[in-house]
């Protein structure tokens, strides 16, 4: 099936620096989302983009959909405790009623 | 607004036992609804989705079956667990036309 490649798979940074991950696919997609998951929680949705080139902002953080139509990048600026968790990245083609997801990038934050 | 609500929260079951979880979706209707296995610290796999009443598509051939008796009522079930099928279930809804998928808050499933 589809796969996504999300990198990095897991980070390690001082508080305060700023984070880039990104998914990239071989085929083309029509829409990218990104999820936060706290342990013990149901991915919460924080991002959802849906024209190429699309460049969006939530608070600190801010995603964009590639012109190619197979990546994403999703950065977050000044990092505070609360932003440790799994971030995963997810993308449907066109027509299709589910889902691909990236398999997370950990992110983990040194006070 | 919506909420999806996901019951129980934890289980622990023998072997060979029976499994239902519930999961049920309130201020919307005719969604999308999905479930999802999620190993621990691993990604999230699809088994089934369903975009409407006894419409059930399953992802991957497994120990599990889906239903859907009413329009916002999703039930996973197994009439004899393994071990593998130990892990977090998540279920998730979403508009017709949109593609956006909120999630439950899951269930820890535990065989021993």
């Known amino acids: 099936g589809q796969q996504l490649n999300q990198s990095p798979q897991s980070m390690f940074i001082q508080e305060g620096e700023d984070v880039s991950m990104n998914c990239t696919s071989s085929s083309i997609f029509n829409t990218w989302l990104w999820y936060k998951q706290d342990p013990g929680e149901g991915p919460v949705l924080l991002i959802a983009l849906y024209k190429a080139g699309e460049l969006t902002s939530n608070g600190r953080l801010t995603a964009q959909f590639g012109i190619t139509r197979k990546d994403s990048f999703l950065n977050i600026s000044a990092s505070i405790p609360s932003d440790v968790g799994i971030y995963f990245c997810a993308g449907q083609l066109r027509g299709a009623q589910k889902l691909v997801f990236g398999q997370g990038t950990r992110l983990t934050i040194n006070p | 607004s919506q909420t999806i609500h996901q019951w129980p929260a934890t289980l622990v079951q023998p072997v060979g036992s029976p499994l239902s979880l519930e999961c049920t979706v309130e201020g919307t209707s005719n969604p999308n609804l999905y479930w999802y296995r999620q190993a621990a610290g691993r990604g999230l796999q699809l088994l089934f989705y369903s975009v409407g009443i006894g419409q059930i598509s399953s992802e991957v051939p497994q120990n599990l079956s889906a239903s859907r008796p009413q329009d916002r009522q999703f039930i996973l079930s197994s009439k004899k667990l393994l071990l593998s099928d130990s892990g977090f279930y998540l279920c998730?809804?979403?508009?017709?036309?949109?593609?956006?998928?909120?999630f439950g808050p899951g269930t820890r499933l535990t065989v021993t």
């Open positions: 998730a809804w979403s508009k017709l036309a949109r593609n956006e998928q909120y």
